[in-house]
């Protein structure tokens, strides 16, 4: 469930977890961010409309960091058991209590709906947000080797 | 009016309009819709609907890579304000990728009839 705090907790990435990909980020790194994960989610055999959905889960976040958390973020891609991780970070406002409810239901023909996509795709989205940023992490399962 | 230029960042977005014979106005959307390209697919695609000419369009979608939800929202806005000056606006050729992201949000038959 989301949370609302005051400033977004540190990551923990567990002990054994292989990092892939680490960026900062602003506007201009949209694209090659995409490219860094669909590279990494297809060595993790994540094909086809599940590399997809995965790229696209994570660019509505840093496009949300973009627009409504100071212009840029972190985010940053590990591997963990049977799953990519991937977390965003930024230091903005953090997301109203208004934006995280869109994610209960989409509405196509409205701006915002991004948020309901990521949780749909992703199943297991843990976000933590408040006045000085929001961190998301999300869990997307891989296939067994 | 001309549509802004492309912006050249890490995400690029080609789009070419051509006239069809039989009256069409033809968009073909080649690359990446996202928040750099966004502005530029939004003001291109709702400036053909500014167009007297343009009677009827095609948005072919054989050549785009990523749309983000953005840009969702603006094909979804464009097929109404299509509707609403009696003009036939639908997407063909989109790719499995894109035609998934679309039934996901419930609006693929609605863009592509």
Same mark, same amino acid.
Do not use: M, N, Q, Y
């Given at each position: 469930m989301p949370q609302r705090t005051g400033t977004p907790q540190p990551s923990h990435m567990p002990d054994g977890a292989h990092r892939l990909y680490e960026c900062e980020f602003t506007r201009a790194?949209?694209?090659?961010?995409r490219a860094a994960l669909a590279s990494h989610a297809s060595a993790h055999g994540v094909a086809d409309q599940a590399r997809f959905n995965f790229i696209l889960a994570v660019n509505e976040l840093t496009t949300n960091a973009i627009v409504h958390g100071g212009g840029g973020g972190c985010v940053r891609l590990w591997h963990h058991g049977d799953a990519l991780?991937?977390?965003? !970070?930024d230091t903005g406002r953090g997301l109203t209590p208004a934006q995280l409810d869109r994610m209960r239901k989409p509405d196509p023909r409205q701006h915002g709906h991004g948020l309901w996509? !990521?949780?749909?795709?992703?199943?297991? !989205?843990?976000?933590?947000?408040?006045?000085?940023?929001?961190?998301v992490l999300l869990r997307y399962p891989v296939p067994a080797p | 009016m001309e549509p802004a230029s492309p912006p050249a960042e890490?995400?690029?977005?080609?789009?070419?309009?051509?006239?069809q014979a039989d009256g069409t106005t033809c968009l073909t959307v080649e690359g990446d819709v996202d928040a750099i390209t966004g502005d530029y697919f939004?003001?291109?695609v709702m400036g053909l609907l500014d167009d007297p000419g343009v009677v009827r369009v095609q948005l072919n979608l054989a050549g785009l890579q990523f749309i983000d939800s953005n840009g969702v929202t603006v094909l979804v806005k464009?097929?109404?304000a299509a509707s609403e000056r009696g003009t036939n606006l639908r997407i063909t050729q989109t790719t499995d990728n894109i035609r998934g992201l679309l039934e996901l949000l419930g609006v693929y038959n609605?863009?592509?009839?």
């Open positions: 790194d949209l694209g090659s961010i991780w991937c977390e965003i !970070v996509l !990521v949780k749909h795709i992703c199943g297991s !989205v843990h976000i933590d947000t408040g006045e000085h940023g929001t961190r | 890490s995400s690029e977005l080609r789009l070419i309009r051509t006239e939004r003001k291109t464009a097929h109404r609605t863009l592509s009839a």
